[in-house]
């Protein structure tokens, strides 16, 4: 099923869902400006949300959990960890860490 999610484009999907947003952890702990749509984070690596395609959702817990769907490279991932309350910024931390190795290993398995 997920393969067929990243090859179908569902990714823009995301944005037809975007909720008014009064408080982002992403805005205050990263400085990233993600909006939320469709039950996930719509990241935005950007200061302001001025992304127009979907590239990478997520659904960052309170403890330091890293869900993730990468469209760009087609894969996904979740990282477990408890970091204690507020860990959000952590979790995201650790992913960020290796995601280069990540996307490698995605277009080895995706050529």
Excluded at 3 to 9: A, T
Excluded at 59 to 75: C, E, L, R, V
Aim: hydrophobic share 35%; net charge neutral.
């Amino acid at each position: 099923m997920l393969e067929i999610l990243l090859e179908g484009g569902i990714g823009n999907e995301f944005h037809y869902f975007l909720k008014f947003v009064v408080y982002s952890p992403a805005l205050v702990a990263l400085k990233r400006d993600w909006h939320y749509g469709y039950g996930a984070w719509i990241e935005c690596n950007s200061v302001v949300f001025n992304c127009t395609k979907t590239s990478r959702v997520s659904s960052p817990g309170a403890y330091g959990s890293y869900p993730y769907i990468d469209f760009t490279n087609n894969y996904f991932g979740m990282l477990a960890t408890d970091q204690g309350f507020g860990g959000f910024p952590k979790g995201y931390a650790i992913e960020s860490s290796v995601r280069d190795l990540l996307v490698q290993w995605s277009q080895c398995r995706n050529p």
